[in-house]
């Protein structure tokens, strides 16, 4: 019987590569002697050709079960994942975080526009007509905010609610930059609709503070985190109407082909939209509200502003060697 | 427009398996991960994520003491934050694609080529979630996962992964025998050369045993087991006994290599079984 002998003469070698994955999959790989990483190579091989004996042989499903377990365990160790590294850190906001926004400059544009439009609309509208914003905006959300900029940022607030709002920052801006991507996904009605929503809110919040009085107050807290808050957000917008774009104009691949050639460079620009947010939560909750003087904050809030611009503008623009692989295939198409 | 050979080649409408080629040329197989195993495993992260932040939360109380509890809440809704979209791409990078609840249910992410997923992919098939969270309870995910077939949801699909039941393979027990097995003679083993394709045929035949009455049981196992009965001057009658025989012969074959099979992948022991 072939199947008998087949089995008898390989089954010790299976078994062998069998606990040497088992020690592999346990282990990492620079504490696994080269020995070992050689006769698992080895050991590897046998088993596919086995396998695909066993198959052509049809040997059951015991013995092509059982290879076909080995195999796919073995292919896992045999093309591990690349772990990141600090190299890797350090070129994504040299090189690659600006690179990727520039590559996709025009979805920025739209998506700039797309926010700040309807912050104009909306801050023009409640300028004319104040009491339009308690139509658009929760009441008191709008009393709350009112209030507290009346008092001004005298002083400061204290450590504990800076904390606080820094918290609660990231965990709703960043949210709703991430939620602004991935809906973008719906052929970028998802991004189209939290630009529109979350630019509505923001001018007609701000247009009332300042109708009722509170101009300066509220000016001077909001530039100081304005340049990377405002920016992230259009740039996660625009990610995401390049995911829908995508979807809807795949160029000459499929759409599933053409996400996957380009989900590196979104995912840069989501990724840094998100560290951007973080930075601006920072900036909220501890410098935003001190007691510094209003001329003071709109000088380091312009300087930040000249930063992040200059900074997509300019940064990374001679690619070293070896940058011209990975995400740049994303220009194609 | 489609025609009758279009549909004889659309795939079936719900894969359970799919096939993966290495540069081994070799394919093999995995096990796609259904809608329901991976609700399980997600109701178990989530659990987790609750209880984890819960905990986290307390001890940072309990840390900063209560005289200022902004500092606390604010950091809260950092542990918060983290534990929505963090959880998953970190536990996938660190246990290989797999996730506490994903491990629990025995499931794991991969590439659609059969490598472990890498970090870029996690991130996107997680921030994903949010759109296939919409408008509630993955409502859009679950009716993606159903209409690619694949068990794919809008994650999956952007970041090229799959989700694959990684259960050891089971080496199956013999089925229940219900008639005395005819012992067959040694020579007769070693001159007929059963095919696999044979083997399984039987094996099939005693594993529905109990749905066929007993005509039609009798009826099938003479068609199945005719020529080795004129071969050993059996009678008809004999057929089950024989097919049991033959099945037992195998077993005992296998029962040897099964134990070896199985020493590192844990399938269940093979019983010795059951006459």
Redesign the interface.
């Given at each position: 019987m072939r199947k008998r002998e087949f089995v008898s003469e390989r089954l010790e070698r299976w078994n062998r590569l069998d606990r040497l994955i088992a020690q592999l999959e346990s282990r990492r790989l620079k504490t696994v002697p080269t020995h070992m990483l050689d006769e698992f190579v080895q050991l590897y091989r046998i088993a596919c050709s086995d396998l695909a004996r066993a198959r052509s042989e049809e040997m059951g499903d015991d013995v092509e079960g059982y290879l076909n377990m080995i195999v796919a365990r073995g292919h896992k160790q045999f093309h591990p994942p690349r772990p990141p590294s600090s190299r890797v850190f350090r070129r994504f906001f040299n090189q690659r975080f600006p690179q990727a926004v520039r590559d996709i400059r025009y979805y920025v544009l739209a998506a700039a526009l797309c926010f700040f439009l309807p912050i104009c609309f909306a801050a023009v509208a409640v300028t004319l007509q104040p009491s339009l914003a308690y139509r658009i905006a929760p009441p008191e959300q709008l009393d709350m905010l009112t209030e507290a900029y009346a008092k001004g940022h005298h002083g400061g607030r204290g450590e504990g609610m800076d904390t606080l709002m820094m918290g609660y920052y990231i965990n709703n801006n960043i949210g709703i930059a991430f939620r602004c991507f991935a809906t973008g996904i719906f052929f970028g009605l998802g991004s189209i609709y939290f630009l529109l929503i979350n630019g509505v809110l923001g001018g007609a919040i701000g247009a009332f503070i300042c109708s009722a009085g509170y101009t300066q107050s509220f000016l001077s807290f909001v530039v100081g985190h304005g340049a990377f808050e405002l920016t992230a957000i259009v740039l996660s917008g625009a990610t995401g109407l390049r995911l829908g774009f995508l979807l809807v104009n795949p160029g000459p691949y499929r759409r599933l082909d053409a996400l996957k050639i380009h989900a590196s460079p979104m995912i840069t620009v989501v990724l840094g939209a998100a560290a951007m947010l973080f930075i601006a939560a920072l900036i909220e909750g501890f410098w935003s509200p001190s007691g510094a003087e209003p001329l003071i904050k709109f000088i380091i809030g312009g300087a930040l502003w000249v930063l992040v611009i200059a900074y997509f503008c300019l940064v990374g623009r001679q690619p070293t060697a070896g940058d011209q692989t990975g995400h740049r295939e994303g220009r194609r198409g | 427009m489609t025609t009758a050979a279009d549909k004889s080649e659309s795939p079936p409408l719900v894969h359970s398996h799919v096939s993966?080629e290495?540069p081994?040329q070799?394919q093999?197989?995995?096990e796609l991960a259904g809608t329901s195993v991976r609700m399980v495993a997600y109701l178990i992260d989530f659990v987790i994520r609750f209880f984890g932040t819960l905990v986290i939360g307390i001890l940072i109380f309990s840390l900063t003491g209560f005289a200022?509890?902004?500092?606390g809440?604010?950091?809260?809704?950092?542990v918060?934050?983290a534990a929505?979209?963090g959880y998953y791409t970190l536990f996938e990078w660190l246990l290989?694609g797999a996730t506490p609840g994903k491990r629990m249910m025995g499931l794991r992410v991969?590439r659609t080529d059969?490598?472990?997923?890498?970090?870029?992919?996690s991130?996107?098939r997680n921030?994903?979630?949010?759109?296939d969270i919409?408008p509630m309870a993955y409502g859009t995910g679950i009716l993606v996962m159903f209409f690619t077939g694949t068990s794919r949801r809008?994650g999956d699909?952007?970041?090229?992964t799959m989700v694959i039941r990684e259960e050891?393979?089971?080496?199956?027990e013999l089925p229940k025998l219900p008639h005395e097995a005819i012992e067959l003679p040694q020579g007769l083993l070693r001159e007929v050369?059963f095919?696999?394709?044979d083997?399984?045929l039987v094996d099939g035949f005693f594993r529905r045993y109990h749905l066929f009455s007993p005509d039609r049981a009798q009826e099938l196992a003479e068609i199945l087991a005719g020529p080795i009965l004129e071969r050993l001057g059996r009678k008809k009658g004999d057929a089950i006994g024989v097919l049991a025989g033959i099945l037992l012969a195998e077993n005992e074959?296998?029962t040897s290599?099964?134990g070896?099979?199985s020493?590192?992948?844990r399938p269940p022991p093979p019983v010795g079984n059951a006459r």
């Open positions: - | 993966v290495t081994e070799i093999f197989t995995f200022s509890p902004e500092f809440y604010g950091l809260v809704m950092v918060m934050f929505e979209w290989k991969v059969g490598v472990p997923v890498d970090v870029v992919r991130v996107l921030l994903l979630r949010a759109a919409f809008l699909l952007a970041a090229d050891p393979v089971r080496l199956r050369r095919r696999e394709r083997l399984q074959l296998r290599w099964y070896r099979m020493a590192i992948s």
